[in-house]
C-alpha cells in the first residue's frame, strides 16, 4: 500500500466513522427534547423514561463522536499537511465557529446528562434545546468547509501565490448551501429510522408496550419527515453539480458523451474505456431535466474532461445509485408512515400494524447506509482534487513514511470502539421498560440497568 | 507590538492555559484512579475513584474543547506552524490522540456499562492507563517545539519524524505536565471531596504531587542546558524573569502551605496561578517563536484579513461561551459540600437516576 493510498484510507475510515456518530449528535439530542417536552406537557411518565433512555444513548454516541472528531481536525495536518497550509487561512473560520458551536453542546449536554436534578425543569429543557441546536451548527459549519474543497471560492492566485483571501466569501461557496441542507436532512433520516427501527423490532415481539409505540412514533416523525424533503435538497444539489462540478455529475451518472436532452442511466456498468454505461435503464431527457430543470439542456460528458481529471467512475457511479435507492425506500416507508398516523388519527387502525412494523425494521440501517454512500460520492468524486481544480490529493500529503501503520492502528481501534458502542446499546434496549396502556405504571422495575 | 498576530497567539496561550487548568486536571483524575490501586482498604479505594469520576463527569467534554480551539486558531492563523508540527511530530501526536480516545471512550463506556466489579475495573484501567500517557505526549509535544530539534528548509521539515522529538528535554517536560494535571487533580479533589477521610486522602496526594512537580522542574531545567538553550537563554536573560521565577516559586508555596494548614481553597487558587505562570513563563519565553528555530508569530501568520475576522469570531464567540461555562461550572462544581442531600451525592457519578 504506497503511501497516498494510505493517507486517504486512513482519512476514508476516520470520517466513515465520525459520521456516524456525528449525525446521532446531531439527531439523537432533538428527539430526546422531544420526548423531554411531551413529558412536561402531559405529566405522563413513559415520556420521562423515553427521555432519559435516549439520553444515554446520545452521551455514548456524542463521547464517541468527540473524540474521533478531536481525531479528524489532528489527521486534517498530520495527513495532508500541504493541504492546511493552503486552506487554513481561507477556511479556518467556519472551523473557528465550529469549535464554538462544539462548546456549546459539550456544555448543555454536560448540564443536560447530569443535571436532571440540580437545574429547574425549565432550564434543563433548555439545555436540550441548546445541544440539538449546537448540534446542528457544528454540522453546518463543518460541511461548509468540506463544501469549500468542493468549489473553492474567496481567493485568488497572484504570481503563483494565494492572494486576495476573503473567508466570508470562501464561507458562501456555491456547494454551501446544498450540502449543508442535504447532510443535516441525511442525519435527522438516518438517525430517526435507525431508531425507529430498534422500537419497531421491539414492538413486533412486544406488542402493545407504551413505551415503544411513542417512541417509534418520534422516531419516525423525525426521520420520516426528513426522508421526504430530503429529495428536495438533492435537487438544489443536483443543480449547483451540473453547473459547478460537471466533471462530479457525469461520474454519478455514468455520463460520458455531451449531449442534448441527455437520458438518465439507472443502474448499469460504466466502462471507462469504451466510454459507455453498459446494462442500464435509460430514461430519456431525465438527465437534463434534474441537472438544469429543462429537458433539452446540454449535459457535459465525462469526455469533455481530461482522462486525469475524471474520479474512478464506478466507485462514484455505485454508490450514486446507493444512495438513492436509500433514500427513495426511506421516502417510501416515511409516506407509508404518514398514511399510518393519519389513520391512527383518525382512530380506524393501530401505528404497529405487522408488516408496517417490518418494513421500518427492513429501513432502519438505509439512512447510514445513504449516509455513507453519499459521502463516497462527494469525495471520491471529488477526486484526484483535494481542492477541486486547485490542488491535487497527491501533492497535499504529508511525507511521513509509512502512514500504513497508523492506517492499520486506527482501523483496529475504531472497530473496538464501534462493537464496544453496538454491544451497549444492545444493552440499553434489551431492558427496555414495559408499559401497557391497562396499567400506566412500569411493571417489571421499568429497566434501571445500573442500580 | 501588540499587532493583531500577537493577540492571536496569546488567546492560543489562553486557551491552552484553559486545557491545562481544566481539561490537564481530568486527566490528573485518571492518573489518581489508577493510583488508587495503592489504597489498601477497597472502600476507600472505591470511594476515592467514584469522587473522580464524579467531578470530571459533567466537565471533561467540555473542558477538552479547549484543545480543538488551540488547533482551530493554530491552522486559521498559524497555517505554516500547523503544517510543520503535524509533520514533524506525526508519531507522538498520532499516540496521543490514541490516547485521547482511548481516555474519553472508556471513561463513558465505565459509566453506562455493566456496573460489576470486573467490568468496572476492566474500562477503569484502559482510563487510567490512557490519562497517564496522553498528558505525557502532551508534553513532548511542547517540550518539541521548544526544543529547536524541529529543523525547516523553505517551509519543509528537515529533521525528519524521529529527531525532532526523540531526546530527553522533551520527555522531561512530558513527565514535567504529567506531574502538573496530577497535583492539580489532586487538589481539586481536596476541594470537592465531601467527607474527611477522602479529603485527607487527596490532601497527602496532593503534597507528593507538589514536590514531584518540584523536582521534574529541576530536571527540565537541568535538561534545558543542552536541550532547549534557544529558550533557556530567553528564560535566564530577560527583565521579566526574576519577577516571574518569584511569583511562581511563592504561588508553589502558597499552594502547599494552604494544603498543610488545610485551607484547601486557597491552595486550589495558589495551584492554578502557579500552573498558569509556568505555562505564561514558557509563553514569553518561547516568545516570538511558534517552533523554535525557525517559525515565528510573524513569519508564519495567515493573511491580515484571516487574522481579524478570527478575531471578531473569537469576541463574539466568547460572549456565548464564557456564560455557559460559568453555568456549567456553577451547577456542578460550587459548594459541593452540604447543599445536596445523601441520597443524590450516592447518585451524582452517574449520570442517570432514579425517581
Known amino acids: 500500500m504506497n503511501n497516498l493510498l494510505a493517507a486517504r484510507s486512513q482519512m476514508a475510515m476516520s470520517l466513515a466513522f465520525h459520521i456516524l456518530f456525528a449525525a446521532a449528535g446531531i439527531a439523537m439530542p432533538l428527539m430526546m427534547v422531544i420526548a423531554e417536552w411531551r413529558w412536561r406537557r402531559t405529566r405522563d411518565e413513559i415520556w420521562l423514561t423515553l427521555a432519559k433512555r435516549w439520553a444515554k444513548g446520545t452521551a455514548i454516541l456524542f463521547a464517541v463522536g468527540a473524540v474521533s472528531g478531536t481525531v479528524l481536525s489532528f489527521e486534517l495536518g498530520l495527513l495532508w499537511p500541504e493541504f492546511m497550509k493552503f486552506a487554513g487561512p481561507i477556511i479556518g473560520m467556519p472551523f473557528s465557529l465550529e469549535g464554538f458551536a462544539f462548546f456549546t453542546e459539550a456544555i448543555f449536554l454536560g448540564i443536560y446528562l447530569y443535571g436532571w436534578t440540580r437545574v429547574s425543569p425549565r432550564a434543563h429543557l433548555w439545555a436540550g434545546v441548546m445541544v440539538a441546536l449546537s448540534g446542528a451548527a457544528s454540522a453546518v459549519f463543518v460541511i461548509i468547509a468540506n463544501a469549500w474543497m468542493n468549489t473553492p471560492t474567496g481567493f485568488s492566485f497572484y504570481a503563483g501565490k494565494v492572494a486576495n483571501v476573503d473567508p466570508i466569501a470562501a464561507m458562501m461557496n456555491p456547494s454551501a448551501l446544498g450540502q449543508t441542507i442535504h447532510m443535516v436532512l441525511a442525519a435527522y433520516a438516518a438517525v430517526g429510522f435507525a431508531v425507529a427501527g430498534i422500537h419497531a423490532l421491539a414492538l413486533l415481539r412486544d406488542k402493545q408496550n407504551l413505551f415503544h409505540c411513542r417512541a417509534l412514533a418520534v422516531a419516525l416523525a423525525v426521520g420520516g419527515v426528513a426522508a421526504i424533503l430530503q429529495p428536495l435538497s438533492g435537487d438544489i444539489l443536483g443543480q449547483m453539480l451540473a453547473k459547478n462540478q460537471p466533471v462530479k455529475l457525469a461520474a454519478m451518472e455514468g455520463h460520458f458523451k455531451t449531449e442534448k436532452g441527455a437520458p438518465l442511466h439507472i ?166 421498560p414495559r408499559v401497557y396502556a391497562d396499567a400506566a405504571k412500569p411493571v417489571e422495575g421499568a429497566g434501571y440497568a445500573f442500580d | ?65 479547549w484543545l480543538i480551539l488551540v488547533i482551530v486558531l493554530l491552522f486559521t492563523c498559524f497555517p505554516s506552524a500547523f503544517s510543520v508540527i503535524s509533520t514533524a511530530l506525526h508519531i507522538p501526536l498520532v499516540l496521543m490522540l490514541i490516547g485521547i480516545v482511548l481516555r474519553g471512550s472508556a471513561f463513558i463506556f465505565r459509566s453506562y456499562d455493566n456496573r460489576a466489579d470486573n467490568v468496572q475495573r476492566r474500562w477503569g484501567r484502559v482510563f487510567s492507563i490512557a490519562s497517564l500517557i496522553t498528558p505525557v505526549l502532551l508534553g513532548v509535544t511542547v517540550g518539541s517545539i521548544s526544543s529547536g530539534r524541529i529543523q525547516i528548509k523553505d517551509g519543509i521539515v528537515t529533521s525528519g519524524f524521529v529527531h525532532s522529538w526523540l531526546a530527553p528535554f522533551p520527555f522531561a517536560v512530558g513527565l514535567f505536565a504529567l506531574a502538573l494535571f496530577a497535583f492539580l487533580a489532586a487538589v481539586y479533589l ?46 535566564s536573560a530577560s527583565w521579566w524573569t526574576w519577577p516571574l521565577q518569584i511569583a511562581t516559586a511563592i504561588s508553589a508555596m502558597g499552594a502547599i502551605w494552604f494544603l498543610w494548614t488545610r485551607k484547601f481553597r486557597l491552595a486550589r487558587v495558589c495551584a492554578a496561578a502557579q500552573v498558569t505562570l509556568i505555562l505564561w513563563g514558557w509563553g514569553a519565553a518561547m516568545f516570538p517563536y511558534l517552533v523554535v528555530p525557525g517559525l515565528t508569530i510573524q513569519n508564519a501568520a495567515a493573511p491580515a484579513v484571516t487574522l481579524q475576522l478570527t478575531l471578531i469570531a473569537l469576541v463574539a464567540g466568547s460572549l456565548l461561551l464564557f456564560p455557559s461555562f460559568y453555568y456549567l461550572f456553577r451547577i456542578f462544581k460550587s459548594n459541593p459540600e452540604g447543599a445536596t442531600s445523601q441520597a443524590q451525592t450516592t447518585q451524582r457519578a452517574r449520570p442517570q437516576d432514579r425517581e
Open chain 1, 267 to 432: 443502474g448499469g456498468w460504466p466502462d471507462e474505456n469504451a466510454k459507455t454505461t453498459r446494462y442500464a435503464i435509460e430514461i430519456p431527457y431525465a438527465l437534463s431535466l434534474m441537472a438544469f430543470h429543462d429537458p433539452n439542456a446540454t449535459v457535459r460528458g465525462l469526455e469533455s474532461f481530461p482522462r486525469d481529471e475524471w474520479p474512478p467512475v464506478k466507485i462514484v457511479h455505485f454508490s450514486f445509485q446507493i444512495m438513492v435507492a436509500a433514500g427513495t425506500a426511506m421516502m417510501l416507508v416515511a409516506l407509508w408512515a404518514a398514511r399510518r398516523a393519519w389513520l391512527v388519527w383518525r382512530k380506524k387502525g393501530p401505528l404497529d400494524s405487522k408488516w408496517f412494523l417490518r418494513a421500518v425494521i427492513a429501513a432502519s440501517p438505509l439512512g447510514f447506509v445513504a449516509i455513507e454512500a453519499g459521502w463516497m460520492v462527494t469525495e471520491v468524486g471529488r477526486q484526484p482534487w483535494i481542492i477541486s481544480g486547485v490542488m491535487r490529493t497527491a501533492e497535499a500529503v504529508t511525507p511521513m513514511p509509512g502512514l500504513v501503520v497508523p492506517f492499520i492502528s486506527f482501523t483496529l481501534l475504531y472497530v473496538f470502539l464501534g462493537l464496544t458502542v453496538l454491544w451497549l446499546l444492545k444493552r440499553q434496549v434489551a431492558d427496555s
Open chain 2, 1 to 65: 507590538m501588540l499587532s493583531i498576530e500577537v493577540i492571536l497567539a496569546g488567546a492560543m496561550m489562553a486557551s491552552l492555559t484553559l486545557y491545562v487548568l481544566l481539561g490537564g486536571a481530568d486527566f490528573g483524575g485518571g492518573v489518581w484512579d489508577l493510583l488508587a490501586a495503592l489504597t489498601k482498604e477497597s472502600g476507600r479505594k472505591k470511594a476515592q475513584r467514584e469522587l473522580i469520576a464524579e467531578a470530571i463527569g459533567p466537565i471533561w467534554e467540555a473542558n477538552h474543547v
Open chain 2, 190 to 235: 481536596t476541594v470537592e471531596a465531601k467527607d474527611e477521610q477522602l479529603r485527607e486522602d487527596f490532601r497527602r496526594r496532593a503534597l507528593v504531587a507538589a514536590v514531584m512537580v518540584g523536582v521534574l522542574a529541576l530536571v527540565v531545567f537541568l535538561f534545558s542546558f543542552t536541550g532547549a538553550p534557544e529558550i533557556r537563554r530567553d528564560l
